[in-house]
């Protein structure tokens, strides 16, 4: 990965550096190709979900994700509107990708949901990654209806590039982490940053991470706080921005541990 230049992204395939982080506006189907030498992965892909049916997942993210939180969000995210064959494929094609980016004993985190669990983890093993493990990211406060389990979790399939290498920590795989709320939310699908902070610290200090959907960029703060180096992809150019200015944040405030 020698070579990253420091340019302005006003063009997809724009590169900025920002301290240990490197950001790439662009497809990440595309700079994957150039990449190499990443200790892990931790990701969280569009999930195509949001409906039973292919008419459901072929609406807006704003639209099928609605709840008090994400009404009012004008900004929706790309790739969200896969039928179930296509996102198998796409999912799959994915994680060969950064399985080859990835160095031999590099650990892979993805967020999914219950809808596209099984599909999500025949792609993580069809990708040539060892799946190990299932996280349960229990989120409290969700509205309950009678008569029906609450929808109050979503999933992050773990798994590893052969015999995974040692970590700095080893959370349980039950995690309760609040959803971003209110003013706080970036991101329609944004995650709380301690959860991310959490993921981050089964790597070993220093660790190279990627994240192919960055997103508004709570990973790349993560990984600012603990001081691991962050390679960020973003295809959507509002998105990469927010990104880039949240990172920046976190390494003016300095590392937190």
């Known amino acids: 990965m020698d070579g990253w230049a420091n340019v302005s992204p006003t063009t997809p395939g724009g590169v900025v550096q920002i301290g240990d982080a490197t ?14 030498g990443v200790d892990a992965v931790i990701t969280d892909p569009p999930y195509s979900s949001g409906g039973m049916f292919r008419a459901d997942r072929m609406l807006k993210p704003a639209a099928k994700y609605v709840n008090s939180d994400s009404q009012g969000f004008q900004q929706d995210f790309s790739g969200d509107n896969r039928d179930q064959r296509a996102f198998t494929v796409w999912a799959m094609i ?13 650990s892979i985190c993805v967020f999914t949901d219950w809808r596209q669990l099984p599909a999500m983890t025949d792609a993580l093993q069809g ?8 996280v349960t990211w229990w989120k409290p406060g969700i509205r309950m209806q ?17 015999q995974p290498s040692e970590g700095e920590k080893s959370p349980q795989n039950v995690l309760q982490f609040a959803p971003v709320n209110g003013d706080a939310k970036e991101h329609i ?5 301690g959860l991310l902070e959490t993921l981050v610290s089964i790597t070993p200090p220093g660790a190279i991470i990627l994240d192919p959907f960055m997103g508004s960029g709570t990973t790349g703060v993560a990984c600012a706080h603990l001081g691991r180096k962050f390679v960020g992809i973003e295809i959507d150019r509002a998105y990469f921005e927010t990104a880039r200015t949240r990172i920046s944040a976190a390494y003016a405030q300095g590392h937190l541990f």
């Open 23 to 36: 950001l790439y506006h662009g497809d990440c189907l595309e700079i994957l190709d150039t990449l190499d």
């Open 94 to 106: 994915l994680f060969g990708k950064m399985y080859r980016s990835s160095k031999a004993g590099s």
């Open 189 to 193: 699908a944004e995650k709380p940053i």
């Open 146 to 162: 009678r008569g029906r389990f609450s929808s109050s979790s979503e999933y992050i399939l773990y798994g590893s590039h052969g």
């Open 127 to 134: 990708g040539g990654w060892i799946w190990r493990n299932i």
